[in-house]
């Protein structure tokens, strides 16, 4: 599917929202932003990942100024507390510890840039997400297979990694990496913007 004469630019490497872009049934090229996603001290949840989706977008757009080009970040939220990509198997660990048992927020920021029509557009989505009490051993056999290395939490709601949820309130895409239904009005936007 393409939107009018508008080529899409996934600038994510991530195989997860590219396999929920895809499904939707877009053709899209991908490129790496490869930005510093360190936290601003006193930087609310959603303004993190507004600001990451953004500068994501924008180091991508200089590059394909004729082209519509997308933006996403995802956070995991504990107690008002970033839990990003673990750096080791043992911080994993700890993460997973630490949500045992207890309800967290996933938050997913877009942001879809084209630079020669002079738009820019962001927006986030959030879900709840609430964890079983977790077993030791079973956290440690997760960690083993590798699963939570590269993800925020430490988990993947779609994976091996579903045993760990109880359930969850809202979007599920949200929690994977990319709000579909959200992605869907904002492109609408972009158009009609893009139209007038």
């Not at 709601?157 to 239904?181: A, C, N, R, W």
């Amino acid at each position: 599917m393409t939107v009018g004469t508008l080529k899409l630019i996934l600038a994510s490497r991530s195989p997860r929202r590219q396999e929920l872009l895809s499904r939707l049934g877009y053709e899209f090229g991908v490129a790496e932003p490869g930005i510093e996603e360190s936290q601003i001290p006193g930087e609310k949840p959603a303004a993190h990942v507004l600001r990451l989706a953004l500068e994501k977008a924008r180091r991508i757009a200089s590059s394909f100024p004729s082209e519509l080009v997308i933006g996403a970040d995802t956070i995991v939220v504990l107690d008002e507390i970033i839990l990003g990509k673990p750096s080791s198997p043992d911080e994993a660990v700890n993460m997973l510890k630490s949500l045992s048992g207890r309800e967290h927020v996933v938050y997913t920021g877009l942001s879809m840039i084209l630079l020669d029509g002079k738009i820019e557009n962001s927006d986030y989505d959030a879900t709840k997400v609430i964890f079983n009490n977790l077993d030791d051993r079973d956290i440690f056999r997760y960690v083993e297979s590798g699963e939570p290395m590269d993800k925020a939490g430490a988990y993947g709601i779609q994976g091996m990694g579903s045993f760990l949820v109880d359930h969850y309130e809202g979007e599920f895409d949200t929690v994977i990496g990319f709000p579909t239904k959200l992605f869907a009005r904002m492109l609408e936007e972009v158009v009609s913007c893009r139209n007038r």
